[in-house]
């Protein structure tokens, strides 16, 4: 079992609609949770950090957090053709020693089409 | 305020070699982790440094190896290198936080073994 699991899409979704991407990991000990969009070719960038369960909502993004189902969303409302990317999802752990680390899925690839 | 800087952005090597990625955190960071991003899947994670020492590694063998200096920037020297180490080398940089402090990442180092 993969520690972070994603659906690899492509999941397409038509320009204003709500984009749902999902997200479960397998390790309880994970301490926060983090959505990274991607370009291609680019580097990640943070768009949302969570860590109580619940919602969170910042501009057109919301990230869902169940902890006890160990899950993990990502809305986008009013989705743009610039959302077009690949969003991963990525949960921090504590390593033995001292420090953190993330822990990536596949990420899913986003396609806004006109 | 500058970001995460990464030299070089591409570099072509051949089987055998032996190659030194560059990195300098973000202004008032002082861990930087490095991860690999082989094509289509999630980062993974190398090593992460703090007070100039290697915290942790992640699955990958000795000849990944790395260093961080007084001024926190760091290097990643990857030895006997293989067709299969072709990828994106992103370095990420951290500060004290809570636990809803993200990771910001540098642009990249794409490496192409041939």
């Known amino acids: 079992q993969k520690e972070v699991e994603q659906n690899s899409g492509p999941l397409s979704v038509p320009e204003g609609a709500i984009a749902s991407l999902n997200c479960t990991y397998s390790?309880?000990?994970?301490?926060?949770f983090f959505w990274y969009r991607q370009y291609s070719g680019k580097s990640p960038e943070l768009i949302m950090s969570i860590y109580s369960n619940g919602d969170k909502e910042d501009g057109r993004f919301t990230a869902q957090l169940n902890k006890a189902s160990q899950y993990v969303s990502l809305l986008i409302r009013d989705s743009q053709p610039s959302d077009s990317a690949t969003y991963l999802c990525?949960?921090?752990?504590?390593?033995?020693?001292?420090?953190?680390?993330?822990?990536f899925g596949t990420g899913t690839q986003l396609k806004v089409e006109l | 305020d500058a970001g995460v800087t990464q030299s070089p952005t591409h570099l072509i090597k051949t089987r055998g070699q032996q190659v030194t990625l560059r990195c300098s955190p973000k202004?008032?960071?002082?861990?930087v982790s490095w991860y690999q991003q082989a094509l289509g899947q999630g980062p993974q994670f190398i090593f992460q440094?703090?007070?100039?020492?290697?915290?942790q590694r992640g699955n990958f063998p000795d000849r990944f190896s790395g260093h961080q200096f007084p001024n926190y920037s760091s290097e990643l020297n990857v030895n006997a290198l293989l067709l299969g180490d072709s990828a994106l080398y992103l370095c990420a940089s951290s500060g004290t936080g809570g636990w809803d402090y993200g990771y910001t990442f540098g642009s990249g180092t794409r490496l192409t073994v041939v």
């Open positions: 990525a949960t921090r752990i504590l390593l033995l020693g001292g420090g953190n680390k993330l822990t």
């Open positions: 390790d309880r000990g994970s301490q926060s």
């Open positions: 440094y703090y007070e100039e020492e290697e915290r």
């Open positions: 202004s008032g960071h002082d861990t």
